[in-house]
């Protein structure tokens, strides 16, 4: 059972574009987000956390929290070749553990 | 900072065969996990342990088997590989459930 869905599966962003990630947990005891990317061949690596209602800014990447609803979105601006990988979004539940999402994967075309 | 160790990076093994994985971690962190990468794909969690000696089990965890004897140290054991378990198998650890979780490099396994 998925707990934590992403969509879309595939992503393809112009350079400079706006991309717009989405991620929702089944899970009502979830408390804590991320975001994590994975360039090809390389591990993941935590982009942004989100626990509170609202935004957060980091640069080109805006992450947006909904706690009622649990979902989250990810929006990067000015999008980069760079920026291509696989974005991973994370949620904890109330069994100590940490699960991920299938991912989105954002292809940023020059 | 501190860094996860996974060995082997790379691992053939034959379709029936045991296999163990291991991983170190110098975090000192208390909550450790093992996530199975199909190619391209999310991760899936196998198994994970919150402290020493402690064992939980994930959405795939049936036909593995997991060890903490140690903080700094968590296996995995594949216990009868099968032709479709070509995946990349990645560590991870972190002080809790609350907090960042870092990975290792993982171990892409194939099995012939």
């Known amino acids: 059972q998925q707990k934590v869905q992403q969509s879309p599966e595939s992503l393809i962003v112009p350079e400079g574009g706006m991309a717009s990630l989405n991620c929702t947990s089944s899970d009502r005891n979830v408390d804590y987000f991320w975001w994590y990317r994975q360039h090809s061949g390389k591990s993941p690596k935590m982009l942004m956390?989100?626990?509170?209602?609202g935004e957060k800014e980091e640069g080109r990447f805006t992450v947006h929290l909904n706690k009622a609803s649990l979902h989250t979105s990810l929006h990067i601006r000015d999008s980069q070749p760079s920026d291509s990988a696989l974005y991973l979004c994370?949620?904890?539940?109330?069994?100590?553990?940490?699960?991920f999402g299938k991912g989105t994967h954002l292809h940023v075309l020059p | 900072g501190g860094i996860i160790t996974q060995t082997p990076k790379f691992l053939i093994g034959q379709e029936g065969q045991k296999l163990t994985l291991k991983c170190q971690q110098n975090?000192?962190?208390?909550?450790m996990y093992w996530y199975r990468q199909d190619s391209g794909k999310g991760l899936r969690l196998i198994y994970y342990s919150i402290t020493e000696n402690d064992l939980q089990k994930g959405d795939l965890s049936e036909g593995y088997d997991a060890s903490r004897e140690k903080k700094s140290s968590f296996s995995l054991t594949v216990t009868s590989a099968q032709k479709n378990e070509m995946a990349v198998f990645l560590c991870?650890?972190?002080?809790?459930?609350?907090?960042?979780?870092?990975f290792g490099k993982g171990t892409r396994l194939t099995v012939v």
């Open positions: 994370a949620a904890n539940t109330n069994a100590y553990k940490v699960i």
């Open positions: 991870a650890s972190s002080i809790n459930r609350n907090t960042e979780v870092f």
């Open positions: 975090f000192n962190h208390d909550t």
């Open positions: 956390s989100i626990f509170s209602n």
